[in-house]
């Protein structure tokens, strides 16, 4: 007699259990609400940032060539950075500050930008840069981008020029590009005083003294200035950051992912309370400094 269907499936290898499925990425905080005081700096990836109050917002060095050395800026934040949307509902203003390699500087990308929000906000976005920059992007064909959009803010080495809303003024500063031996590449250091709070961005400045003290009232004593990580690490660099632009706090910026662990007691020591960001949209809060500090 045959066995029943209940015995044979007995003697059938026990099914393997399947896998866990991989932990689902975090959500971007895209939606973020504005700080009610005070400002926000995001980083997002590359090289670029976004300085946030309730009011405007400022983005900073966001069309750069690729560099596999840090976290691209995610997808997600892009496209809603394009239609302005989240936490990029207020910009103000895209700045960029040198053409970061003429070969890969993506200006089409950065025309695209500039038309879109145009499309979707009226003419309250500008995109600022020195006049190489501005010139990739306004030769960009097939996109329509008058001139008031687009800001050619370089100026002489020691001049500066200004952009002023109520609550928010930038001055860019031309200095020259620390990888720039030639001296032929056109670079702006910004001073950004944004809902009360200082920042000094000198992401690719020269730390030379007599480039800085041309401009010492516009950069002195911000409560954050953020510098590549090597200006920690070499003491002439260190001394010029301590005693001449004196900030509050420093944010490094071009640390490797992979190097970030070595690295981050290093710069600890050099600089206590040194932020360093790895991970796109790590973000940080300032508020004014209270009154008689």
Known sequence: MLPGIPALLALLPAPRPQAAPPPAAPALELARPAPATGIEVSYLGGEAFLFRSRAHSVLVDVFVGPDPARAPIPAEALAAMKEGQGMFDRVRVCIGTHLHAAEIFPAGA?????????????????????????????????VDLPLPLTNNRWAKLGESSCLQF??????????????????????????????????????????????????????????????????????????????RVAPRRVLVTGVPVEGAAELAPRLEAAFPGVIVPTKPLETFAFEPPSAGR
């Not at 009226?122 to 020195?130: E, I, K, N, Y």
């Open 110 to 142: 950065a025309a695209r930008y500039v038309e879109a929000r145009r499309q979707t906000s009226g003419p309250s976005t500008l995109f600022d840069g020195p006049h190489q920059v501005i010139e990739r992007v306004r030769s960009v064909e097939g």
């Open 166 to 243: 109520v609550g928010l003024r930038i001055d860019y500063l031309p200095l020259p590009h620390a990888g720039d031996a030639k001296g032929e590449e056109q670079h702006l250091g910004l001073s950004i005083r944004h809902a009360g709070v200082h920042v000094v961005h000198l992401v690719h400045a020269a730390p030379r003294l007599e480039d800085l003290e041309r401009y010492q009232a516009i950069l002195a004593n911000p409560q954050l200035v953020i510098v590549p990580y090597g200006w920690l690490l070499d003491e002439g660099a260190k001394d010029l950051l301590q005693n």
